[in-house]
């Protein structure tokens, strides 16, 4: 009997493909949440055929509504759709397990060794392809988000207060609110002087789990800690490393300033989520064990929010209330890519060489439609290549 006419043989085939997928992106996804996602959406919207645009689209903008890191909350997402049960867990956890490991390796030499390894000349010639994915990922889900001119001053508004400074949370919920406030006036569904009634929602403070202080370190505080921050935070690595600097340098007193700036520029330069943060701390404080405790613990959350949010995105979608929220939501997310884009190309492109690995990443996906994970590793090899000759 062939694959095909085998029904147990296709969700098989299934989990496989989503297994096989979400590891290499593990290995592959450098860039942060933006490039992981960009990557993701080329692989599953376009090659692959997973999702449509505006699915996809939707996913991305229900992830943004819950705590949690996006781009691997975006791999359980797309491995359920794909595979079940089995896919989510395949996807969120080989999508993880790469970063993890190798952040396990640069903590034993940092605890060895007393020092970060130099990666400069890796990430000297990745940052500018990842530009150019990033760049290409932004103006495919921009077709589909900014569909009416309103919406497109919607996102316009979000890139600039972004770079203003203003919280990206409060960005989100504010551009969803408004649009669906303004969405469901001219519906007559809801009178224009109760506008101002959905608008400061976004403004809520975020709720902290508080615990209490304690001396020394367990295990069991570490897991509980790292299970909190994973369960309440919102945005970016940057957020990340506010929580952890007030509960592991200023409560608990387990690590200094300049333990925390090594632990999170590991997350930073490595592939994968940024939250393997949470791993290299783990290791540094509790060993092997500790390193497993903490990844599990700022992780799994995110497997129990997409498990309860999943199958409501389709619902949300056929509810004006919440279809209107959903679609606000999207565009934000939209310019907050775009805005992350401008700070990124900031820090990438810094001489004519980086500008030239830029335009020929941008031309490789445009004209031909390359692999970005290929791209990726073949900007490594350049910049390790001009440092090498220059």
Do not use: C
């Not at 819950?66 to 909350?73: C, D, L, V």
């Not at 709720?207 to 309440?232: D, N, Q």
């Not at 209330?321 to 565009?331: F, K, M, P, R």
């Not at 401008?342 to 820090?347: G, K």
């Amino acid at each position: 009997m062939t694959a095909s006419s085998n029904p147990e043989s296709q969700p098989q085939g299934r989990l496989a493909e989503v297994a096989r997928l979400f590891l290499r992106l593990g290995v592959t996804a450098f860039g942060g949440p933006a490039a992981h996602i960009a990557m993701m959406q080329d692989e599953v919207v376009h090659r692959r055929k997973w999702v449509s645009q505006q699915h996809f689209l939707d996913l991305l903008g229900a992830t943004n509504l819950i705590p949690g890191p996006n781009s691997t909350e975006m791999a359980i997402h797309l491995g359920f759709i794909r595979a079940g049960w089995r896919g989510l867990l395949a996807a969120g956890a080989l999508f993880i397990l790469p970063a993890m490991v190798i952040v396990i390796a640069f903590a034993w030499a940092y605890v060895e060794y007393g020092s970060t390894p130099e990666v400069t000349w890796l990430l000297y010639g990745i940052k500018p392809v990842v530009i150019a994915v990033v760049a290409q990922a932004l103006w495919r889900l921009g077709r589909a988000a900014l569909s009416t001119p309103f919406l497109g001053a919607v996102g316009a508004s979000v890139v600039g207060l972004y770079l203003l400074g203003l919280n990206e949370i409060a960005l989100l919920f504010g551009a969803g609110f408004s649009v669906m406030a303004v969405r469901l006036a001219r519906l007559r569904v809801i009178r224009p002087r109760s506008l101002g009634a959905l608008l400061p929602i976004a403004g809520l403070p975020l709720p902290l789990a508080a615990t209490a202080a304690v001396e020394g370190y367990s295990h069991t505080t570490l897991f509980l800690t790292f299970l909190k921050i994973g369960s309440v935070l919102y945005g970016s690595g940057y957020v990340l490393l506010a929580f952890l600097r007030n509960d592991f340098v200023e409560r608990l007193g387990w690590l200094t300033n300049q333990q925390l700036l090594d632990a999170v520029a590991v997350g930073q330069f490595t592939p994968g989520p940024v939250f393997t943060t949470a791993t290299f701390i783990g290791y540094i404080l509790g060993g092997f064990p500790g390193a497993i405790l903490a990844t599990v613990g700022i992780f799994l959350p995110a497997f129990v929010f997409v498990a309860a949010l999943n199958p409501l995105v389709p619902r949300i979608r056929r509810s004006p209330w919440l279809s209107a929220l959903l679609d606000g939501v999207n565009v934000a997310a939209v310019g907050l890519m775009a805005a992350v884009l401008v700070v990124l190309t900031r820090d990438a492109i810094v001489d004519w060489y980086t500008v030239l690995l830029t335009a020929v990443a941008a031309a490789l996906l445009l004209r031909w439609n390359v692999n970005s994970a290929w791209l990726v590793a073949a900007g490594g090899v350049a910049g390790i290549a001009y440092q090498a000759f220059a």
